[in-house]
């Protein structure tokens, strides 16, 4: 989708509520990312993961734009042979 490095910031004001898979991320020291290259945003969390399975990158991250609830617990695990 895009070839150019954006902010996190933009990207969440630019796709409100919505989810981003994020390609060449950089992150701050909590590794929570900062930048990166946008390859795909949906509000549909699985047309994410679908496309997701198919990355063929070094490394790549989902985020969501919207506010999540203070008590929910996420945990990702994504494997990948190469």
Partial sequence: MSKRVQSIASLKRRY???????TDVTADELTHPVKGKLLMHSN????IYDRLSR???KSACVTYTG????DL???FCFSQSM
Avoid: F, S
């Fill in 55 to 57: 990355v063929r990158a």
């Fill in 16 to 22: 409100p509520k919505e989810w981003l898979l994020l």
């Fill in 44 to 47: 549909n969390r699985d047309d």
């Fill in 67 to 70: 506010e999540i609830p203070k």
């Fill in 73 to 75: 617990v996420v945990v």
